[in-house]
């Protein structure tokens, strides 16, 4: 009887080490067209789909670093994207158009799930160290599809980097638009619309986002007053 079992149990872990093994396969999915693109993946890739046309297009992710669930959309030649060691990044997407963009996530970072997109010639969106992200974050540089003044014949919105500094917090549902700068330690509340810079170690809720606390900093741990 006890040899039965363990022969059971045997078939059993074999099959669910197929199981993993195929579904781990089956999860790094990757689409990629074009010549001279460059991956280095020194993380942890899961349920991660790549989607590259174009050349010389850099990837680089750090060391125990994680990304689950989501996509890399790449259209265009020479982006970059790096990620730095020790972040979790568990959905949505990094999306590049057109040229010579970068995206780069500083250490530490956690990500619920974004959308950050780096669109038209060489803008950026940079992240600092120990950010907090919840989930439904929205990142663009530009607006993908031209505004024209009729009277002068030319393009009014021109995309603008992106840069939120180290140790910030953006809750649920934010959006942040193109030219803004976020200080560190600042706190961007639930379902806020950032059109405009804002101040570190502040809060800033509403739509437009605006400052309703200065001279505050957080922490990932919880604390109870006494």
């Not at 781990?24 to 942890?44: D, E, P, T």
């Not at 040229?99 to 950050?116: F, N, P, Q, V």
């Not at 330690?185 to 809720?205: E, F, P, Q, R, Y």
Request: glycine fraction near 8%.
């Amino acid at each position: 009887m006890n040899s039965i079992k363990i022969f059971v149990n045997n078939q059993r872990y074999l099959y669910l080490l197929k199981v993993k093994i195929q579904h781990f396969i089956n999860s790094f999915r990757k689409s990629i067209l074009g010549n001279n693109n460059f991956i280095q993946n020194r993380g942890i890739f899961f349920k991660v789909k790549l989607d590259i046309i174009g050349n010389k297009n850099t990837i680089r992710i750090g060391k125990k670093t994680m990304l689950y669930d989501m996509t890399i959309f790449i259209r265009g030649d020479n982006h970059i994207l790096t990620i730095d060691e020790n972040c979790i990044i568990k959905g949505g997407s990094f999306w590049f158009e057109d040229s010579l963009c970068k995206i780069h996530i500083g250490k530490d970072t956690t990500i619920e799930s974004a959308h950050l997109a780096v669109t038209e010639n060489a803008s950026t969106i940079s992240i600092g160290d120990d950010c907090m992200f919840s989930d439904g974050i929205v990142l663009r540089t530009g607006d993908s599809h031209a505004i024209i003044d009729e009277d002068k014949n030319i393009k009014i919105n021109d995309a603008q980097d992106i840069i939120i500094g180290n140790h910030v917090w953006i809750g649920s549902r934010s959006t942040i638009l193109k030219g803004v700068v976020v200080g560190d330690n600042a706190i961007i509340g639930t379902g806020s619309i950032v059109t405009k810079s804002v101040l570190g170690n502040s809060i800033s809720v509403g739509i437009p986002a605006r400052m309703i606390k200065s001279n505050v900093g957080w922490s990932r741990n919880r604390f109870y007053n006494v």
